[in-house]
């Protein structure tokens, strides 16, 4: 990790690799979960890893609750494809990582249920990091946060505080990538 985030100039700027949805899966029917968003990712293997790493950094709390929210989980096989590996965002050893961590993982989480449906249409949202990522469809394909990243890696469960999203890449955070007159526009809605 800390080889990860060695070349970044700021928080901000600390990485992006995008989250796609194809258009199949955007239509896909969502499948329905019992309990809150930390439930499932918590219980379900294919986000073992992503389990593993938001107890490390004592984030929970941000996938229960009542408030919805849509979460774009990546998969055991997203964080395997990291170079470099993941194995430091388990459990960092020191805060600036822990920081470095709990910003990568509120980036992929926006406010309210996202209807995989409306993801056609290219939008700005505000992640749960405060920054902006840009959804938008590229090349048969919805994108989540431009040009760096994956795609839906299974259908989208349907929690009680939300919408998890299974992806295949590990979306990070990168502002170069919001165009400034999308940006502004979603910021005025």
Do not use: C, H
Request: proline share 5%; hydrophobic share 40%; aromatic share 8%.
């Amino acid at each position: 990790m800390t080889k990860f985030f060695r070349n970044a100039v700021s928080l901000p700027a600390v990485v992006l690799m995008v989250v796609g949805l194809s258009a199949g899966a955007a239509q896909a029917a969502q499948k329905t979960a019992q309990g809150d968003l930390w439930s499932v990712i918590s219980t379900d293997s294919r986000f073992s890893i992503l389990a593993r790493i938001i107890e490390g950094v004592g984030l929970q709390w941000r996938y229960q609750g009542g408030d919805a929210r849509t979460v774009f989980a990546p998969t055991n096989d997203a964080f395997e494809m990291i170079p470099g590996g993941y194995g430091d965002m388990i459990a960092p050893s020191n805060e600036s990582t822990k920081n470095n961590v709990q910003a990568l993982l509120l980036y992929q989480i926006v406010s309210g249920r996202v209807d995989m449906d409306a993801l056609q249409t290219p939008r700005v949202m505000t992640t749960y990091q405060k920054g902006k990522v840009e959804i938008a469809m590229k090349d048969g394909t919805v994108r989540y946060g431009g040009d760096y990243g994956g795609s839906v890696a299974g259908d989208p469960v349907r929690a009680a505080n939300g919408i998890l999203v299974p992806i295949d890449g590990v979306p990070m955070p990168s502002f170069s990538d919001v165009d400034p007159e999308t940006a502004g526009a979603a910021a005025a809605e």
